[in-house]
């Protein structure tokens, strides 16, 4: 166990937190983890939007551009000057390493320059953080299922930065499948958030899409079959003239991917024994995937909690909360922390 460390002059702490991993230049400002003053969030995806995904070329110039002027705006909502910063938290991997390596450098820069700590942070703990942001009681033991666009993770977390990784993706992550079927529907960019509005209105049962499990009881997933299974679908309906009920077919996608992450989730908690599950992740606003999990996991008895829409997506909130919490518990980086784009929880 690392050692605890004690509140400054018994007050509290303030953490500037960085995330850049991706298409979201954010810098956020926590007092003691857990209380958000500021979570300043710059999206790049109109950038992107018109090539119908993230180019890592043009979201490490923009996180360039971006970066400082999202960080005084961070300390301005806040009402914090940057001599009161207690230390600094920064995204390091995984994600894009032209893009981690604009947080990673500034945090640097300003680790050094201020004397102050410096904590390099796995982003797919920062999601998991989410969550004690938004639930201040939430304490381990609970189990976490992870789904964002690249990442779908199973995961038991036995204590601050313990956890056990019950199954994970076998291809596609669960957010990269929803944008796939989106791109393939000729809907915009990024699709899970279009996805989830059109199945709002369509019929989750009319296509019959495979729900893959996987043998052995397996916590693992897998998304790649389901998706070309959609593919396949349009073309052949496009082949016989029929034409499409777009909603129909966003629902009943939705409604597999969603059947089985349930499922499987329901599974860990009861094999682990543990009454509560929390989603992270930008799918975990999904509206179909929040209501199934409640209701399947409110007939066992168990809690479900989910971060609000801004901290399911990349902000630097939950990065701060989960710097904040590495920090006490004695876990800081040095001056050579660098970006790891296929950085493992
Ligand atoms: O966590 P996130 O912002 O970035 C990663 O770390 O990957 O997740 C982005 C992903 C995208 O694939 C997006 O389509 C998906 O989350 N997403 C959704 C919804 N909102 C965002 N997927 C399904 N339903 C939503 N409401
Ligand atoms: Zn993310």
Known sequence: MHKVLEPKNGIFYLTLALETSCDETSAAVLKNGREILSN???SQIDEHKKYGGV???VASRKHVENVNIVIQEALDVAGVGLHEIDHIGV??????????????????AMSYALGIPLVGVNHI????????????????????????????????????GLYEILGKTRDDAVGEAFDKVARALGLGYPGGPLID?????????????????????????????LKSSVLNYLNSEKQKGNSLVVQ????SFQQAVIEVLVHKTLEASIEKNTDTIVLAGGVAANSGLRELLKEEANKLGFHVKY??????????AMIGCAAYYKYIN?????????AVPNLTL
Do not use: M, W
């Open 40 to 42: 300043i969030i710059s």
């Open 55 to 57: 180019v890592p070329e």
């Open 91 to 108: 995204t390091y991997g995984p994600g894009l390493v032209g893009a981690l390596l604009v947080g990673v450098s500034v945090a640097k």
């Open 125 to 160: 703990e920062g999601h998991i953080y989410a969550n004690y942001i938004e639930c201040k009681e939430l304490e381990p033991p609970f189990l976490c299922l992870i789904v964002s666009g690249g990442h779908t993770h199973l995961v038991y977390v036995s204590g601050h």
């Open 197 to 225: 509005q059109l199945a709002k209105t369509g019929d989750g049962k009319k296509i019959k899409f495979p729900r893959t499990y996987l043998k052995d009881n397996s916590y693992d997933f897998s998304f790649s079959g």
């Open 248 to 251: 129909d077919v966003a629902a």
């Open 307 to 316: 971060p609000s829409l801004v901290l399911c997506t990349d902000n630097a």
């Open 330 to 338: 004695g876990n800081q980086s040095d001056l050579y922390l660098n």
